[in-house]
């Protein structure tokens, strides 16, 4: 094995791209976010744990304990000088900043008849203005810098409407169009931007419901994202099912038209009986267009 590249999982060699650079995971605490953290700890990097309360930091302080470079913040992204307050604590602590992984969010899936105004304004606050904010006061560190990597955590439902996703259909493709757009302006000056852009993962978002068959361990999509970040894509869509509905939808929107309708009969008669339809069913994905 070479001197300085780490093993991964059943022994693959890891890069070192992110050995020795600076990042901040929001959202870090727990699910997706706590295992992006890890993994760039693995892999030799200083990150900055950040969650949204001390009491999830403080349990993060003890289960990454083993990882000197890990350091930790209590940040609520919601409010634009405590997101200033991290960037300028790592700046100034650390010299710079190399990635920032605005990953903090929450999930919403909900009959939109019922929605409220105060549940929009917490997932806009949150899945916008978190990722709004993030990039206010990053962007010009790594401009002064002359580099950096922004993430952007979107999600399918920033590619594909799915019903009663509308609250977080509306924030997702705002963070997904407002990257692209970033990636595209930025390019010339050496800033990358991606949008991570995940369906179902097994992390605590599915609490209190039977988790999706076809979701995927947060380890492993901590794996997949920085396979992307390293390449530096500007679009990651995992699991593998996932990235190939979104094809089938673009190749043939016929197909999407139907499969989204019966999608949303099933919602509607799921929160009709009690029993909420959260999953993606096979033999909707099997359907013909």
Same mark, same amino acid.
């Given at each position: 094995m070479p001197w300085g590249m780490p093993a991964g999982p059943e022994g693959e060699i890891m890069s070192d791209t992110f050995a020795d650079k600076i990042a901040i995971v929001t959202g870090g605490t727990s699910g997706i976010g706590y295992a992006v953290a890890e993994e760039l700890l693995k892999r030799g990097a200083t990150v900055w744990v950040i969650g949204s309360r001390q009491e999830s930091v403080d349990k993060a302080k003890i289960s990454l304990a083993a990882y000197r470079k890990a350091k930790f913040a209590a940040v609520d992204v919601t409010v634009a000088d405590q997101v200033k307050g991290m960037i300028d604590t790592c700046v100034s602590e650390d010299g710079r900043l190399d990635y920032l992984f605005n990953n903090a969010g929450i999930g919403m899936t909900h009959p939109s008849r019922h929605l409220t105004l105060e549940m929009w304004r917490k997932a806009i606050d949150l899945n916008l203005w978190g990722v709004v904010y993030g990039v206010h006061y990053a962007l010009p560190v790594m401009l002064a810098q002359g580099s950096g990597h922004i993430v952007n955590t979107s999600s399918v439902a920033g590619i594909i409407a799915p019903p009663a996703q509308t609250v977080y259909c509306a924030t997702k493709y705002a963070v997904t169009g407002m990257t692209e757009a970033l990636r595209y302006e930025f390019f010339e000056d050496g800033i990358t931007f991606t949008t991570v852009c995940p369906a179902n993962v097994a992390t605590a978002i599915f609490a209190g419901t039977t988790i999706p068959k076809e979701a995927i361990p947060a380890d492993e999509a901590a794996r997949i994202i920085?396979?992307?970040?390293?390449?530096?894509?500007?679009?990651?869509?995992?699991?593998? #099912?996932?990235?190939?509905?979104?094809? @089938?939808?673009? !190749?043939?929107? %016929?197909?999407?038209?139907? #499969?989204?309708?019966?999608?949303?009969? @099933?919602?509607? !008669?799921?929160? %009709?009986?009690?029993?909420?339809?959260?999953?993606?069913?096979?033999?909707?994905?099997?359907?013909?267009?």
């Open positions: 920085l396979s992307g970040v390293e390449k530096k894509e500007g679009l990651i869509i995992f699991p593998e #099912f996932a990235k190939k509905m979104y094809e @089938r939808f673009l !190749a043939d929107p %016929a197909f999407e038209e139907k #499969f989204m309708l019966e999608y949303a009969r @099933r919602r509607n !008669a799921g929160w %009709a009986s009690g029993v909420p339809y959260l999953g993606v069913p096979d033999d909707l994905l099997d359907m013909q267009g």
